[in-house]
């Protein structure tokens, strides 16, 4: 069964940044495509940014590129999302989710797994 484990998050105050974490396991899945998506309250969740377990450029929304940035780390199927100058706009759960045959990133409902979510509050 694949499981995927969320660390990071928290309260900040705007300008300040956070990092989140993303493990699958177990680590012998075959995932080809690591993402990140966010819901707040009253608002449809979005994807924030996506990044492709073998290479390629990543996908970003357009309300936090230049802010974010996705990477893959060196443990197997082990993906962070850096968010640096954070604002209010940005609270929400967010949540890691992974899928073996993702095509269109933003998508959620082609990513087969997802985290147990992590919450991110950012004060004015």
């Known amino acids: 069964q694949v499981k995927l484990v969320e660390s990071g998050g928290g309260s900040v105050q705007a300008g300040g940044s956070l990092r989140l974490s993303c493990a699958a396991s177990?680590?012998?899945?075959?995932?080809?495509?690591i993402g990140w998506f966010r819901h707040a309250p009253g608002k449809k969740r979005e994807a924030v940014a996506a990044?492709?377990?073998?290479?390629?450029?990543?996908y970003y929304a357009d309300s936090v590129k230049g802010r974010f940035t996705i990477s893959r780390d060196n443990a197997p199927n082990t993906v962070s999302l850096q968010m640096n100058n954070l604002k209010p706009e940005d609270t929400a759960v967010y949540y890691c989710?992974?899928?073996?045959?993702?095509?269109?990133?933003?998508?959620?409902?082609?990513?087969?797994?997802w985290g147990q979510g992590t919450q991110v509050t950012v004060s004015s």
């Open positions: 989710a992974a899928g073996s045959s993702v095509v269109n990133r933003a998508a959620a409902d082609e990513y087969n797994h």
């Open positions: 177990p680590y012998t899945y075959n995932s080809n495509c």
């Open positions: 990044i492709w377990t073998g290479g390629g450029p990543d």
